[in-house]
């Protein structure tokens, strides 16, 4: 497990740090409107619209690392499951077949929750457009979090369609309708787990990254401290290399977590609905079962 998930955080931070480097080592932060205390509608979504794009590229690379280490991970679970190891090479051949399917859920997914949010932002913004920035503004604040409602939901929706995709070997519509059906009726309380593990996730990332930070800014100076706080400073590549290192760290030891989570909830959820735990019983070969 820690084997897949490092080739995967490795991938995914150097997306990260090449990005950040190359497009928002200096980027400007919220710090802009420092210098206006009384910012309009428009200045504002203008300035936090710049703040989130640098965001933006990190977020993405996180869901489509913690996606794929999921779908990886979870054919070491299904062995597991069944008390059989699994070697890098075994996971690799039975994950080959799935990739394009794979692929289509990692567009899928993140373009469900881009939708969502434009559906409730496009009002507000078509008003600020048309020059009632006060009423859009409102109108945009109501959107978005009605949007990030919308888009929470279909998350704890979907979220079990990696491992159905991979372990019963669907097809990509297949597979979501499968995680919707295995969800139903316990959304509550895959939320529950599902944010659980995120907070675990969280608290790991943060004991392994805040040293590095702490490294990070005492090689790049007071301009990272600044560029770690939103100002609109340059940072040095140094920098971003060593806060990239601790992110490969912290990624490796989190994704197993939150990839983990997802597959035992869907073996758990078929083994509530579906009594899995006699089919998987019978497959290990257990005396006493499947007779």
């Not at 059989?84 to 373009?111: F, H, I, K, N, T």
């Not at 929706?157 to 019963?168: D, H, I, K, N, V």
Request: hydrophobic share 55%; with cysteine.
């Amino acid at each position: 497990m820690l084997g897949v998930s490092f080739i995967v955080a490795l991938v995914t931070q150097a997306v990260t740090t090449a990005a950040t480097g190359l497009w928002f080592r200096d980027a400007n932060g919220l710090d802009a409107l420092d210098n206006d205390p009384n910012p309009t509608a428009r200045e504002a979504l203008d300035t936090l619209g710049h703040a989130l794009q640098g965001s933006a590229v990190p977020l993405a690379a996180g869901v489509l690392g913690t996606l794929v280490t999921t779908a990886l991970l979870t054919v070491v679970v299904g062995r597991a499951v069944l008390g059989r190891p699994v070697s890098p090479g075994e996971v690799w051949r039975d994950a080959r077949p799935r990739l394009l399917q794979l692929c289509g859920l990692l567009l899928l997914l993140p373009a469900l929750v881009a939708a969502a949010f434009a559906a409730g932002l496009a009002p507000g913004l078509l008003l600020i457009a048309a020059g009632a920035d006060s009423e859009g503004a409102a109108l945009a604040l109501l959107g978005g979090l009605s949007a990030t409602a919308a888009a929470l939901w279909l998350w704890i929706r979907y979220s079990l369609a990696a491992p159905a995709l991979m372990l019963e070997k669907r097809g990509l519509g297949a597979a979501m309708r499968r995680s919707a059906k295995l969800v139903r009726g316990a959304w509550w309380r895959v939320f529950g787990i599902q944010l659980l593990a995120l907070l675990i996730a969280f608290v790991v990332s943060a004991v392994v990254e805040i040293p590095t930070s702490l490294l990070g800014m005492a090689v790049g100076g007071d301009n990272a401290m600044d560029w770690l706080s939103g100002e609109s400073v340059s940072v040095s590549w140094t920098f971003l290399v060593v806060i990239g290192i601790g992110g490969v760290i912290a990624s490796t030891i989190t994704l197993p977590i939150s990839a983990g989570v997802a597959a035992l909830l869907y073996v758990d959820q078929r083994i509530r609905r579906e009594a899995l735990d006699l089919e998987l019983a019978s497959a290990a070969e257990i005396p006493g079962h499947g007779k």
